[in-house]
């Protein structure tokens, strides 16, 4: 118990170091820069006021007409309002001179380019209190430093042992650091009661009782989440616990974010820990014992004390340098290398042969030095498969994502597959042996993605390659204790001073300990030098369209209710700011200034040349104008319900929403019915539905004109985010529309044949959407750069983004459902490297006005022949990413270029791996394991609604679905592309899981085909947006009773959204498997129920891609089709 | 001048948008210019000279003609990134300056060819 007492201690004193990021930014102060901001609008904003003619009619909200004594009085009151502008021009001059201050050192370009050491020596002692007392530690210790000779060191097994030996010295060292120590350590605690104490803090009754390599195996699969639950703050340490007690070794992985994603991280957290507690427990208590104790031997104990533990650590460094000449032979042969497959039996489809009941399997390889991929049995992902015969590809649960092909310690540092993947996890060597493969090479990453553990770092100095700016992570090799190799580009640089204390440990002399160095996502609190200006504050801007269809379709209802309902769950600070504009054949505004007793609205008719009619009233503080606000999104549903007005003047909305957004950035939402037809950017409609079902030619994918490109530029560059949301019944041209988003970092969401009491499902969907879309974190004027290991090469970037220059993405919003995509090549051979690392660094500004930096690193190894490649394919990442190529081919080509080039890429593949295995029958359509699911992708892609052609499909449909192709994140795109299907009606209770105390059923995944659609059974597809839940005819009618509430399935309505909650076992298993699917995912989906007549029909079975349709082939004549084009390609 | 501004948008000393709107400002100019040039020449009747600027400016005209309505003109800062095209833009310049400083050569001697037969 006293062990828990001393944890907290322990981290509550680290936690005031960490939390003090305020200081940076309150050399500016907020008021000042709002001010600032407001002063420049009026300077800009008052000369074009007072020249325009009085033309705008003014009308108060409501029925209440606004008089014409009012709308002087406002005219009037202007004066006023400029003596008071003069006023704080005072003060907006002295916040703009530092301001321009700031400016003028950086240019914008160079931000994240741009990096001073030299930091104010106030923040440094602020977030390190500590140091001043460490910082005579050098003089002590610094002279053994040059002497660590470090090839010659072994370290790992031999680790474990030469430390026991050291160990003794160490407990008496401990012992002593209790008696003086403040932290009130007691004697009684011995080594191996210590180690528990990070872990103590989650399951403390269990955990005193059990023996240390229990404790380990069990708590620290669950221990890292619920810590961090616990500490909410966003600065969670859970993590480090772990690392801090557990040795290098530890599962670091387990930085799990989704639950679902939990469940397999425990698996390989489990096996991993069970090997390192069995194998050498001491590490652990090492490790804890000179984090607690080192500070004080200082000054108890003599100074050649902690140099022998200094040492000690340094060596656990070494793994690090893994793969680089220098350090590479000492290395082998302390750690050997486990294979990627045995270690990780969850993530091996094929591997149910060597099922995870053999955990020995694990200790026994892993204890045999030397393994590597080629000399153990023939990997797993190289099985080969018989693509005509075996039916049955499709593994029992979700496709895992491949492990890429590295020592157990990297791969445990290694950034999450669900942040960062690549499309091949062993990297060619040279760009011929890829080009051999056939297989494109790129990434695939969600960096904004919510997650659930993510070490925050404040630190004045923030540590990076001098040469090629790149942040230093877990796979850099420490030289010595002062200086580190970057390992993109192999400059060696200097370890600050600063970085040597390790604020976690609290010990000194451990760069390696560091959380940066320790974990692979990490997020840095960034100083002054990485702003431009201070801090944006969030500003919400809606634009809504109030023209007769809109009114008619009725969305405001649902708009305006789910803002009341988030007014207060916006995210943004005391800063936050809102506004409204609305437009039909004119565009108004809604003065919603604080002290008015209801809200103004002024229409501005000159569409032609737009002005806002008053500077500063029409983006209010949320908080201080909250009784406005709430009064015009009660008013504004039903103003206009009697409006004639058929026009839509999007162009000049959008124009006047840039105007009132570029002072300060931030983020504006469209609301979007119909075609626009008045004033700029008006748009034609060009869509022939008679060519809907055509197979030849598909016309007008790109947009009509560039006024939206353009007006988007303009956007980025004033930080200013559009999202899209287009609810309408009729062709809209979103291919033009989207452009407003795409090049801005916004969104879209697209609703076809909205209406908010005809179609049920689209109103839920738009409400459910708008919750996620108003809650979630955002963040604001980012920019990203990835960078990748010399020798390698971005040369195209997909997803919705500027890139402002060859690395350099402008994000002016990115928000945490945003997925991107690159392609790489390989400039230079990479044979004189045995590993390469990626990484992405997303500068941006959150909601509450830091300014942080996300940064993922991902370390792929890289191998030399041909089958490696193929072992090591991530056919999702592939298929993503092949999608994401196939959209820009059919805009800037053609769609059945495009579907060309997709069947291609499978043929020549195949094609390309069937001539390496030479013993293979060439009759048969063979692939490797780890791409037997390639051309059912394919297929599965060439049938979806972007590039299918035959079947009827809108334009607006058709676009929308290649938009959300570049900009959905791996796992929601993989749904979209390949839905599960479920079948649900038999649902037991064996092969569950438990997720929180609820028994979640896992049902089989079923083939996309009708003929497992069994009329006795209830079907459940997850589309990723939308569940389809199908009913069988004859399907049971205790089911239908009670899982939907109906007596019988002709009772069954029609337009079913909401299963009902029946107190009965299969009612709650089943809403217990939907919610948990529901929970995986930051949308939560629609549900649909489907009978056989239903409207919907069609929508399931386009889905079900492995069957036959009057234009596409079955996944059995796909495959034959492939075969024949492989058999032509194939000599003999 | 092209290869220049390309030059520095590699280097990233500007950025995309500005680099683009400076070249295609001059992409007009250049097709008209190289028109008339070769107009002149039919008209004039110097056969191989013609026929020398004949492809470059048809290749000009062809470029400008076929920028999909959507882009910003044949230089589109969204697209100038991806799928090496600054790469191609960079070789087009190059084997346009070879080719104009080889015209060059070429009016100034038939220049000077002509001011000796006078």
């Known amino acids: 118990m006293q062990s828990q007492m001393q944890f907290p201690s322990g981290y509550g004193s680290h936690l005031p170091n960490y939390s003090a990021p305020s200081g940076h930014y309150s050399q500016v ?40 004594q009012e709308s002087q009085q406002l005219y009037n009151n202007t004066p006023p309002h400029s003596g008071g502008s003069n006023d704080r021009s005072v003060q907006g001059a002295v916040s703009s001179a530092s301001y321009s201050h700031v400016s003028a050192q950086q240019s914008y370009s160079a931000f994240d380019n741009h990096y001073s050491t030299s930091v104010s020596s106030s923040v440094a002692s602020q977030g390190f209190p500590l140091n001043s007392d460490h910082y005579n530690m050098p003089v002590v210790s610094g002279a053994m430093y040059p002497n660590v000779s470090y ?53 403390s009754a269990v955990s005193s009782a059990q023996s240390v390599p229990d404790n380990l195996s069990r708590n620290l699969t669950g ?59 001491v590490p652990n208590n090492y490790d804890a014992l000179e984090g607690g104790g080192y500070p004080e ?58 099922p995870q009941q053999y955990p020995g399997v694990n200790q026994l390889s892993s204890s045999l030095g030397g393994l590597s991929l080629q000399h153990s049995q023939q990997p797993e992902s190289l099985r080969p498969v018989n693509l005509t015969h075996d039916r049955n590809i499709l593994p029992v649960s979700s ?11 990297l791969r445990k540092l290694n950034c999450s597959p669900d942040s960062f993947r690549c499309t091949l996890t062993n990297i060619p060597q040279t760009q011929a042996l890829l080009n051999k493969a056939k297989l494109p090479l790129g990434l695939l990453l969600h960096p904004f993605r919510d997650l659930t553990q993510l070490p925050v770092i404040t630190s004045s100095t923030i540590v990076r390659c001098r040469s090629c700016r790149t942040y230093i992570n877990p796979f850099v090799s420490f030289i010595d204790q002062r200086r580190w190799k970057c390992n993109l580009c192999y400059r060696v640089n200097d370890v600050p001073e600063e970085f040597m204390y390790n604020p976690l440990t ?27 200006r201070p801090p944006q504050p969030a500003v919400y801007l809606f634009v809504l369209d109030v023209s007769h269809n809109a009114v008619e379709a009725g969305y405001l209802t649902i708009l305006c209710q789910s803002l009341l309902e988030n007014l207060d769950k916006l995210p943004g600070d005391s800063r936050t700011r809102i506004g409204f504009i609305t437009f039909d054949s004119t565009v108004q505004f809604y003065n919603l200034q604080e002290g008015l007793s209801q809200p103004q609205m002024l229409i501005v008719s000159d569409i032609d040349d737009i002005f806002l009619p008053t500077p500063d009233s029409l983006l209010v503080n949320l908080h201080e104008s909250k009784e406005l ?66 197979t030849k030619v598909v016309q007008h994918l790109g947009p009509a004109t560039d006024f939206y490109k353009k007006l988007a530029l303009d956007c980025s560059g004033q930080q200013t985010a559009v999202d899209l ?82 690395d350099l993405l402008s994000l002016a919003n990115v928000n945490p459902d945003a997925g991107y995509a690159v392609q790489m090549s390989i400039e230079e051979s990479l044979t004189d490297t045995s590993l390469v690392c990626f990484q992405t660094a997303l500068l941006y500004t959150s909601s509450k006005g830091e300014r942080r930096i996300r940064v993922h690193t991902l370390c792929l190894p890289v191998v030399s022949s041909l089958s490696d490649v193929y072992a090591g394919a991530d056919v999702q990442a592939i298929v993503c990413l092949l999608a994401n190529m196939a959209v820009d081919r059919s805009v800037s080509s053609s769609l059945a270029d495009a579907r060309d080039a997709l069947v291609n890429a499978v043929v020549d593949s195949l094609a390309a791996y069937m001539s390496t295995a030479s013993n293979l029958q060439q009759s048969m359509l063979i692939a490797p394991n780890s791409l037997k699911l390639f051309p059912l992708y394919i297929l599965a892609l060439l049938k979806q609604k972007a590039f299918r052609t035959g079947t009827s499909t809108r334009l607006d449909d058709r676009v929308y679905a290649m938009c959300q192709m570049k900009s959905q994140p791996l796992v929601h795109l993989m749904k979209m592309i390949h839905p599960n299907l479920y079948r649900i009606d038999k649902l037991t209770d064996e092969s569950t899981i438990h997720v929180n105390d609820r028994v979640v059923p896992q049902p089989p995944l079923q083939k996309l085909s009708a003929e497992k659609l069994t009329r006795e059974g209830a079907f459940l597809m997850d589309c990723g947006s939308i569940f389809y839940l199908w009913i069988g005819k004859n399907c049971d009618n205790n089911f239908i009773k009670d899982v939907l509430g109906y007596p019988n399935y002709a009772s069954v309505p029609q337009k079913m959204t909401q299963l009902p909650e029946v107190d009965a076992p299969s009612s709650e298993r089943t809403r217990s498997f939907i919610s948990w699917l529901r929970d995986s995912r930051p949308l939560s989906p629609v549900l649909q129920v489907i009978k056989d007549e239903n409207p919907a029909k069609t929508d399931f079975f386009q889905h079900l891609i492995e069957d036959r349709t009057e234009a596409a082939f079955s996944y059995y004549e796909f495959l034959l089709n492939i075969q024949q084009q492989i058999s032509k390609l194939l000599p003999s | 001048m092209p290869i220049i501004t390309l030059s520095d948008l590699e280097c990233d000393y500007i950025n995309a948008r500005s680099c683009c709107s400076k070249l295609n400002k001059w992409v007009v100019p250049e097709v008209i210019g190289h028109a008339v040039v070769t107009v002149l020449m039919l008209i004039s009747l110097h056969w191989f000279i013609f026929l020398l600027n004949l492809p470059v400016a048809t290749w000009n005209i062809y470029r400008y003609i076929m920028v999909p309505s959507g882009n910003m003109g044949v230089f589109d800062p969204t697209e100038i990134h991806n799928r090496g095209q600054l790469k191609s833009h960079m070789k087009e310049a190059m084997i346009k300056l070879g080719f104009h400083l080889l015209c060059f050569f070429m009016y100034l001697y038939s220049m000077i060819l002509a001011l000796i037969n006078d």
């Open chain 1, 29 to 68: 102060p907020s008021k000042a820069a709002a001010s600032h901001l407001d002063n420049q609008y009026r300077g800009s904003y008052y000369p074009g006021y007072y020249s325009a003619p009085a033309q705008n009619v003014m009308t108060s909200v409501g029925s209440n007409v606004l008089n014409a």
């Open chain 1, 629 to 694: 606000i709430k009064d015009l999104l009660n008013a504004l549903p039903n103003m206009f319900t009697n409006t004639r007005e058929t026009h839509s003047a999007l162009g000049p909305a959008l124009q006047a929403a840039f105007k009132l957004m570029s002072p300060t950035g931030g983020r504006i939402s469209v609301f979007q019915t119909q075609l626009p037809s008045l004033g700029a950017g008006l748009l034609h409609s060009r869509e022939d539905p008679n060519q809907r079902s055509s």
């Open chain 1, 223 to 281: 221990s890292v989440a619920k810590v961090n639950n616990q500490i909410n703050t966003g600065m969670q340490y859970g993590g480090y616990v772990n690392n801090q007690a557990s040795s290098a070794p530890a599962p670091l992985s387990s930085s799990s974010d989704d639950e679902e994603e939990d469940e397999e991280d425990e698996e390989a957290a489990l096996d991993s820990s069970s090997t390192t507690s069995s194998a050498s427990p």
């Open chain 1, 725 to 806: 949301f287009l609810l309408s019944s009729q062709y809209s041209d979103l291919a033009s529309l989207a452009c407003i988003s795409k090049y801005s970092a916004g969104c879209i969401y697209y609703y076809p044949s909205f209406h908010h009491s005809h179609n049920p499902a689209q109103a839920e969907k738009l409400q459910k959407d708008l919750k996620r879309y108003l809650t979630r974190k955002i963040g604001f004027e980012a920019v990203m750069r990835i960078r990748c290991t010399k020798g390698l090469s971005i040369h195209t970037f997909h997803g919705n983004f500027f890139v402002r220059s060859t």
């Open chain 1, 506 to 532: 609290r010990s000194y002399g451990e760069p390696h300990k560091r959380p940066e160095v320790q974990n692979s996502t990490v997020e840095f609190i960034a100083s002054s030098d990485y702003m431009l």
């Open chain 1, 151 to 203: 090839p010659s060191m072994a370290a790992g097994s031999v680790y474990g042992q030469t430390f026991t030996s050291q160990s003794l010295p160490a407990v008496g060292q401990f012992k002593e650091t209790n008696t003086f120590s403040s932290q009130s350590t007691s004697v009684p605690h011995s080594l191996q009661q210590h180690v528990p104490v990070g872990y103590n803090t989650t399951l």
């Open chain 1, 399 to 409: 496709v895992p994502a491949p492990v890429p092909n590295l020592n157990s310690d």
């Open chain 1, 297 to 354: 031997t200082r000054s108890v104990t003599s100074s050649p004390v902690p140099s022998p533990s200094v040492l000690q650590a340094s060596k656990a460094s070494k793994p690090f340098g893994y793969g680089y000449p220098a350090l590479q032979p000492g290395y082998q042969n302390a750690t050997p290398p486990t294979p990627v497959q045995p270690s990780n039996p969850g993530h091996h489809p094929g591997f149910q042969h060597y």
